[in-house]
């Protein structure tokens, strides 16, 4: 798997980005409407239109500290993710992975746990101890996941961006037992 940046400059100053990228973005998001319907992020789960999900790339970049991680597998786009260097609330001193998600049909091949672990590393070999992510209460599939990679439950409270009731979960990134 390689996995890439999205430039952040990619999305500034209502630049597009390349066709054939969005094509593979929102076909990747179209790919998870169970996700989708969980989430309430785009009107119509069924109908992912490339304009949505390049402002929802374009919203997730408007943070200083973001990143979207472009991860591929024999040149195919089979997941993506969004992590903050900093989260908005300036009490927390962990990065953030906002999103991490797989296309479904590459799903159960590992690709989300060696990106998962791949963002682990980053922030790990930038001095970072520990790693937050929020999941949806509505999402037992994701809540699974995170718990079988490691991550511990810190909090129950809404999300920051719609109030929609979350699990708030960490791991420690100064352990040396990781999980790929």
């Known amino acids: 798997m390689i996995v890439e940046a999205l430039a952040p400059k990619a999305l500034e ?10 094509t593979e973005l ?7 409407e169970e996700f989708q319907q969980l989430s309430g992020d ?7 239109r490339p304009e949505q999900v390049a ?43 906002g999103l991490l998600m797989v296309h479904a049909g590459e799903q159960r091949a590992g690709h989300g746990r060696r990106l998962a672990a791949y963002v682990e590393d980053r ?15 509505n999402n037992p599939k994701a809540l699974a996941f995170w718990t079988s990679l490691g991550y511990e439950e810190t ?10 009731p979350c699990v708030v979960l960490r791991k420690s990134l100064t352990d040396q037992g990781r999980t790929d």
């Open 13 to 22: 100053d209502g630049a597009a980005l390349p066709g054939a990228l969005l």
């Open 26 to 32: 929102t076909a990747l998001y179209a790919s998870n």
């Open 42 to 48: 785009f009107p119509d789960p069924s109908d992912i």
């Open 55 to 97: 402002a929802a790339l374009a919203d997730d970049l408007a943070e200083p500290t973001a990143e979207v991680l472009l991860a591929r597998s024999e040149g195919r786009l089979v997941a993506v993710a969004v992590t903050l260097g900093r989260h908005p609330d300036p009490a927390d001193p962990d990065p953030w992975l």
């Open 123 to 137: 922030f790990r070999a930038a001095g970072r101890t520990g790693l937050r992510l929020a999941v949806l209460e």
């Open 155 to 164: 909090a129950r409270r809404p999300d920051l961006a719609h109030g929609r």
